[in-house]
């Protein structure tokens, strides 16, 4: 059940939501649910129905996918306030995608059911416009990982996920096992292991049981160059 501050949240974060008519915004606000997660739980397994729209009211989510062998991949993360159309993928014709998704923080989402956002969807215009910009937004974000994995060489792209990691955290220590690492690049845990030994030889940073410290960031960055 949402409250009323949920509510004026769901209503700042839907572009679309003046453009609803009363009876819609009353049917969203009826079948919203306020889930909270702690972190390591599943948010959305790819073997699932569709759940529908997740806003993230606080938290953080990591979206990735799973190859046959187990391999994971993060494909992007949301944040506090960004949504993710994806998990609604059912709700498009033509879109079908098996993610998963998982709390890399305690989090809580605000889920608008699959059914009622494409219904909503089938006949309002400026939904259909939403829809379509957040769902071109991920997928550029995952055509840049699908970049990275493909044309980019490791060390580079360690360097840009460390730099990156850093920024999320806003320290430059980084509370990640080599094999969380791994999990996020799509990568093995011996090789993410080598090129931080090679990076502790060049003093680039300093590698402690469980995290990174980032020694020289101007280094890593003309890493990425």
């Not at 702690?38 to 989510?61: A, E, F, H, M, P």
């Not at 909503?120 to 974000?141: A, W």
């Not at 460390?162 to 011996?190: P, V």
């Amino acid at each position: 059940m949402i409250n009323n501050k949920d509510i004026d949240f769901i209503s700042n974060k839907l572009e679309f939501w003046n453009s609803l008519t009363i009876t819609e915004k009353k049917q969203i606000i009826s079948k919203s649910q306020l889930i909270s997660y702690t972190k390591g739980k599943s948010v959305y397994d790819g073997l699932d129905d569709c759940r529908g729209l997740i806003i993230v009211k606080n938290g953080q989510l990591r979206t990735y996918i799973l190859s046959d062998n187990g391999k994971e991949v993060t494909l992007y993360r949301l944040f506090h306030d960004e949504i993710c159309i994806m998990s609604a993928s059912c709700a498009l014709n033509n879109m079908n995608f098996d993610l998963y998704i998982e709390a890399e923080k305690d989090s809580e989402i605000i889920l608008i059911p699959t059914d009622i956002y494409s219904e909503i969807s089938k006949n309002n215009i400026e939904v259909q416009k939403f829809t379509n910009k957040v769902t071109l937004t991920r997928f550029s974000d995952v055509m840049w990982i699908m970049e990275q994995i493909l044309f980019m060489s490791f060390d580079k792209r360690l360097a840009m996920f460390l730099l990156d990691q850093s920024s999320i955290e806003k320290s430059d220590t980084i509370y990640m096992t080599h094999e969380d690492i791994a999990k996020h690049m799509g990568s093995a845990r011996e090789v993410v292991s080598r090129m931080l030994k090679y990076f502790q030889n060049e003093g680039y940073v300093k590698t402690e049981r469980g995290s990174i410290i980032l020694k020289n960031k101007k280094k890593l960055q003309s890493i990425t160059f």
